[in-house]
């Protein structure tokens, strides 16, 4: 995936200014595709090159102020990309590799890490959760709705099995080496 596909979608739910763009991206696709607003800016300036987006001044908006909207050329891209084959995401995690290290050379302190991890995944799957209530709470649920909190359920998935996994990878640590991790 890129960004470019990212930005596309987010572009066809609601057309908006490349400022908007960046705070909608932070607050949605921004969970699972991160992107700096530098770098949305600079591939907005590209796709509007591509001929997949275009760009109108906002009028009463502060000066240069643009709101972009999808071109045809962008949806047939944005429809091409999606109907594409990909590979299923592999994992790549430096903590794996360094619980490697650890499990070859012996105690190399990655108890404070992990704890670190650990309360980043917690507070992300309660940052999950608090949207889950927040957005999802009522029933019927629109097609577009059902599948928003699909994609939320997938967060909730990988955070609670990261707390899980790294509950135990402490406890593994703290069990062979109390001392010294």
Same mark, same amino acid.
């Given at each position: ?10 572009? *066809? ?7 908007? #763009? ?35 001044? *906002? ?31 592999? #994992? ?12 070859? *050379? ?56 990261? *707390? ?18």
């Amino acid at each position: 995936m890129s960004l470019q596909h990212a930005l596309l979608t987010s572009i *066809v739910e609601k057309p908006c200014s490349g400022y908007d #763009l960046a705070r909608r991206f932070d607050k949605s696709i921004g969970y699972f595709w991160h992107a700096t607003h530098q770098q949305i800016y600079r591939e907005l300036a590209r796709m509007e090159q591509q001929g997949w987006v275009s760009s109108s001044e *906002v009028e009463g908006g502060r000066a240069g102020k643009k709101r972009f909207d999808i071109l045809p050329a962008g949806r047939a891209e944005l429809q091409r990309w999606a109907a594409e084959s990909a590979a299923p995401m592999r #994992l790549r995690d430096d903590m794996l590799v360094r619980l490697r290290a650890d499990a070859a *050379v012996g105690p190399l302190g990655l108890t404070r890490e992990l704890e670190r991890r650990l309360a980043l995944h917690e507070q992300e799957l309660q940052t999950y959760r608090a949207i889950e209530q927040r957005d999802f709470n009522h029933r019927p649920l629109s097609r577009e709705a059902e599948i928003h909190y699909l994609i939320l359920k997938a967060g909730i998935s990988f955070e609670e099995g990261r *707390v899980q996994w790294t509950r135990e990878a402490l406890a593994i640590l703290q069990k062979n080496s109390p001392a010294t991790a």
